[in-house]
């Protein structure tokens, strides 16, 4: 994985008491990387996994590929307030274990209702996303934060690539369905290696302290909760909610309009199509984090763009090289979004618990990957498969509209004061 994201010796060797170095953050990562892996690596095969199940044509495929996000969804605040107060680490251990006996429950299934329990547990049980950010942001702060946010987007990237391609590798020995309790063995290994790590301070007390620090500062104007030149959680909230719509809303049927708009292309070509945008912030995330860590709200901004010009690209490609283009355009955009999100995310931190923030971060984006699926099969059922990725311009188009006026605003205040 080529994001490096994390700052080198001079920034290591200052990790504050209590918090992390860059060694256990890359360790974080990797078990970040394993729980991704396993829990991307087989929902793609639910069309194959379901005919042994009492479902010969796959039809509950689209409900059960979104149950684990909705029950993550559900849970992800939950898991985060009790984070908060009984400690992170503990609670980051939860969500792996969790994860090992979903997909040991998934594995063992002989039924559909079984399997379908499976998958709830999946999501409820599970949360990598909110844990593992929680546990990261007790520790971190400020660029270090951001920075540690953004590899944890690289191994979720990285594992979107890598996953479906062992999996399918791996089919002709073991069929997908069994391949649920060997995957069990990942965030299993992964709960080992945690164990090991540190425990980021006392839950609240980073959070207790700047509170403090806040009631004593001289008045502003700004809301007591909302520190002058951080983005409101509202706001935050809205940014995340459309970016995952725009984003996702393009993925479940890009394979059939790839096959629609290039006849005879291969199962490896638009398997690659897919993963572009991923490998795009693979490569220049790091970069990016850099460029835009003190002007997150133009990058976003941009980013949205960039995934307005991708998705329309989408519909009007109708060669390879135009497929190729279209796909790096809505990488750039992607990779924008995602590491501005984070810088956004981190600033949001400052003064707040970390696992009720991310909790609810986590139910706002499993909203907008859900809504996405949604809108992306009542739209593509009754238009065509063209109609998902021209819904998805219209909402990046309209949010980077209102991302460009934040960032205008943002501007402003900034040489005002």
């Known amino acids: 994985m080529t994001v490096d994201a994390l700052p080198r010796q001079s920034e290591r060797d200052a ?20 729980a991704s892996f396993a829990a991307l690596g087989l929902p793609p095969y639910l069309t194959a996994i379901l005919p042994g199940l009492g479902d010969p044509q796959g039809r ?36 792996q274990l969790g994860l090992a006996v979903s997909f040991l429950l998934a594995g063992a299934a002989d039924s559909l209702p079984a ?20 546990y990261l942001a007790a520790a971190l702060d400020g660029a270090r934060l951001s920075r540690a946010l953004t590899l944890m987007q690289g191994s979720a990237r990285a594992a979107l690539v890598a996953a479906p391609i062992l999996v399918g590798a791996l089919s002709p020995w073991i069929a997908p369905h069994r391949q649920y309790l060997l995957m069990a063995v990942l965030p299993l290994a992964a709960a080992v290696l945690l164990s090991l790590l540190p425990e980021p301070g006392r839950p609240g007390a980073k ?114 090289p135009a497929f190729v283009a279209v796909r790096l355009l809505l990488g750039a955009g992607l990779t924008l979004g995602l590491v501005c999100l984070s ?28 809504a996405a699926g949604a809108v992306a099969a009542l739209v593509n059922g009754r238009f065509g498969a063209t109609s998902p990725v021209l819904v998805g311009t219209a909402a990046a188009l309209l949010a980077a509209v209102a991302a460009a006026a934040l960032s205008s605003h943002s501007r402003q205040r900034w040489s005002r004061s």
């Open 343 to 370: 810088v956004l995310a981190a600033e949001a931190c400052r003064g707040r618990a970390p696992g009720r923030l991310f909790g609810s971060l986590e139910f706002v984006s499993k909203g907008g990957a859900v």
């Open 207 to 320: 959070t207790a302290d700047e509170a403090g620090a806040r009631a004593v500062a001289p008045s502003t104007g700004a809301p007591a909760d909302e520190p002058t030149g951080r983005t409101p959680l509202r706001v935050l909230y809205g940014l995340e909610f459309a970016f995952v719509f725009a984003t996702i809303i393009s993925f479940p049927y890009l394979i059939a309009l790839a096959e629609e708009r290039l006849p005879g292309v291969s199962g490896t070509t638009t398997g690659v199509l897919f993963a572009l945008p991923h490998l795009c912030y693979l490569a220049f995330a790091a970069r990016t984090h850099t460029a835009f860590l003190h002007r997150p709200h133009t990058g976003i901004a941009l980013g949205f763009g960039f995934v307005a010009l991708g998705l329309a690209g989408h519909s009007v490609a109708d060669s390879l």
């Open 15 to 34: 990790a504050p008491p209590g918090g992390i170095g860059r060694r256990q953050v890359h360790a974080v990562a990797a078990c970040y990387f394993v």
């Open 60 to 95: 509950w495929a689209g409900v059960l590929y979104i149950v684990p996000t909705v029950f993550s969804a559900l849970g992800a605040p939950l898991w985060g307030r009790l984070a908060d107060r009984y400690g992170r680490k503990r609670l980051l251990l939860r969500a």
């Open 115 to 134: 399997f379908t329990l499976a998958l709830v547990l999946q999501g409820f049980l599970g949360g990598t996303f909110a844990a593992t950010n929680g």
